[in-house]
């Protein structure tokens, strides 16, 4: 494929687009000729810069570049389909500016919402309960009881002392229910275990307690066909990080949008977590799956798993605080000839990126509940989040 079929207004836009939502500068070397030069997409994700008009602006200016842009399209109907779902998908998120501001000003302007964190003594749950202190008490606060798998003692999360309580012993769903006359609004966090996922969210669905549920594993099949089914407000979603979701969201309407545009490029993939995970990123999975609709071809198997301490100081560059908790993923593309490079990074050190985010899904979560019946839909993932402008920046 010759370098010129490479989509240059998608380019430009997401240069515009990412320099809006992570305030940084997306190098794409000859702005008059933006494919002279590799871009390289440095996200350094803890910077929480978040613009609100980021997905309707990518999503606008995408559409005009698909109507710029006369790639040749495997399948008429396909592509065809494909704009109308985007234009839909614009519709969705370019009307709502001042829903979202009103969404917002709902869950910041009304009552703060009372999260109660299980289990806040894990890593996980520990980072939301930090965020939820750490956020305006107009926004939130935390509920001064968590469930553990054990009773454990009493933990201080930013001056709130919180009881915490097995949730395999006694009445669970009769602390809930005290919870509930205590905190008529509140919504629960679950980060807890794979294995804990199903029976946790039966204990919240049979008590109708609104959950933004971030863990793991577990039977996602019939969580989701449970919770539908009761008609509680959820949000679920394995990867809470909002501007890696924003990343995934854009790379997936890039597929749509362009199929084959990087037909016969090679990919090569590098992720880099911490030793204990050892199955292959969740995240690179998706972003793979979109790159094959690109065009490469790309083996999810051949995706390089960097799990060992000295390749994730010297040649990852993984600060060593970190090394217990990091998620870096490289995406290189080369076209046949070798003229042509590109390179998309983004490199997470530590958790808030997600706690940050599960925050912003429960105050999200909040405004629905509010809302009452309104909507049909009442299971919810972070995309949702998203097109809402549900994000509040500390
Ligand atoms: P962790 O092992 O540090 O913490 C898990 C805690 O859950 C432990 O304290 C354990 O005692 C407790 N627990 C076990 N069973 C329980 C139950 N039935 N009810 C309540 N608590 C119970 O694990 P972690 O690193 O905090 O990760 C938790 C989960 O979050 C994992 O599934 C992980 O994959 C997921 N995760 C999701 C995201 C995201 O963005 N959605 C990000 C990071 C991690």
Not at 38 to 61: K, Q
Not at 71 to 81: D, I, L, N, Q
Not at 247 to 270: C, D, H, S
Not at 365 to 382: C, I, R
Request: charged letters at 20%.
């Amino acid at each position: 494929m010759a370098a010129d079929d490479v989509p240059a207004p998608f380019l430009l836009s997401l240069q515009k687009n990412l320099r809006a939502l992570f305030g940084f500068q997306l190098s794409i070397g000859d702005q008059s000729n933006p494919w002279n030069a590799s871009p390289s997409l440095l996200s350094h994700i803890d910077t929480h810069v978040w613009n609100e008009t980021f997905l309707s602006s990518t999503l606008r200016d995408m559409s005009s570049a698909v109507s710029a842009f006369a790639a040749p399209t495997p399948s008429h109907s396909t592509f065809t389909a494909s704009r109308r779902d985007n234009q839909r998908l614009l519709k969705r998120s370019a009307a709502p500016k001042s829903r979202a501001r009103a969404m917002a000003s709902n869950t910041v302007a009304s009552a703060p919402v009372p999260i109660m964190v299980n289990d806040l003594t894990g890593k996980m749950g520990r980072a939301v309960a930090d965020a939820v202190v750490a956020r305006s008490k107009d926004q939130c606060f935390l509920i001064p009881v968590a469930f553990s798998g054990d009773a454990k003692d009493a933990v201080d999360v930013g001056g709130v002392k919180v009881e915490i309580k097995s949730i395999r012993e006694g009445d669970p769903g009769a602390v809930l229910e005290e919870l509930k006359t205590e905190y008529p609004d509140m919504i629960v966090v679950d980060y807890t275990l794979p294995a804990a996922v199903n029976a946790n969210a039966d204990l919240y669905v049979k008590h109708q307690m609104p959950f933004v549920m971030g863990t793991t594993g577990g039977d996602r099949e019939k969580l989701f066909a449970d919770v539908k089914k009761s008609k509680l407000n959820a949000v679920i979603a394995p990867q809470m990080g909002k501007q890696v979701v924003a990343f995934q969201a854009a790379m997936r309407l890039m597929g749509e949008n362009f199929p084959g545009a990087f037909k016969g490029y090679t990919l090569e993939v590098i992720e880099s977590h911490q030793t204990s995970k050892v199955d292959t990123s969740g995240t690179a999975k998706a972003i793979v799956q979109s790159f094959n609709d690109l065009g490469c071809g790309f083996d999810i198997k051949d995706v390089t798993l960097v799990r060992d301490v000295p390749t994730q100081l010297n040649e990852m560059k993984v600060p060593e605080e970190y090394l217990l908790g990091h998620a870096y993923h490289t995406y290189r593309l080369k076209s046949p000839d070798g003229t042509v490079s590109f390179e998309f990074q983004h490199n997470v050190c530590g958790r808030s990126i997600y706690a940050e985010g599960t925050v912003d899904a429960a105050l999200f979560l909040s405004g629905k509940v509010a809302q009452g019946g309104e909507s049909s839909k009442t299971v919810y993932d972070m995309i949702d989040v998203l097109k809402e402008g549900g994000m509040v920046t500390n």
